[in-house]
């Protein structure tokens, strides 16, 4: 991840840094499988768990698909992309924004609802 302007905070709790205007990329099979960007985020240290905010922007390269919403959550322990508000996904195999929340692989290649991902 690369950002503008960021910061870390060492604290009981844990590390974790706090970025804005960030752009990253997401690897799948040790191969960048998707780019990001958002206006701001966070990251733990410990967990590897990115957490990016407002106006965020996943652009798979392939297939080239886009998916958009408020907020991006990044697992890397569990390898699934979570979106939540106003998601939308735009992708020669589906266009949907209709669902509180978005579930994909890095790639985009499958993407759904939570509910789908946990079967």
Same mark, same amino acid.
């Given at each position: ?5 960021? #910061?870390?905070?060492?604290? $009981? ?30 990251? #733990?240290? @410990? ?42 996904? @735009? ?14 692989? $890095? ?13």
């Amino acid at each position: 991840m690369n950002s503008e302007n960021s #910061e870390l905070t060492l604290d $009981p709790k844990g590390a974790f840094g706090t970025m804005q205007t960030v752009k990253g990329e997401i690897y799948q099979d040790d191969k960048v499988a998707s780019t990001l960007t958002a206006d701001s985020g966070e990251a #733990e240290k @410990d967990t590897g768990v990115l957490r990016q905010k407002a106006t965020v922007v996943v652009n798979g390269i392939n297939p080239k698909a886009t998916v958009k919403g408020d907020q991006l959550e990044w697992d890397a322990r569990i390898r699934i992309v979570k979106v939540k508000g106003n998601p939308s996904i @735009d992708s020669p195999q589906i266009v949907m924004n209709t669902t509180d929340e978005l579930w994909s692989t $890095p790639d985009l290649k499958q993407v759904g609802t939570p509910d789908q991902f946990k079967k």
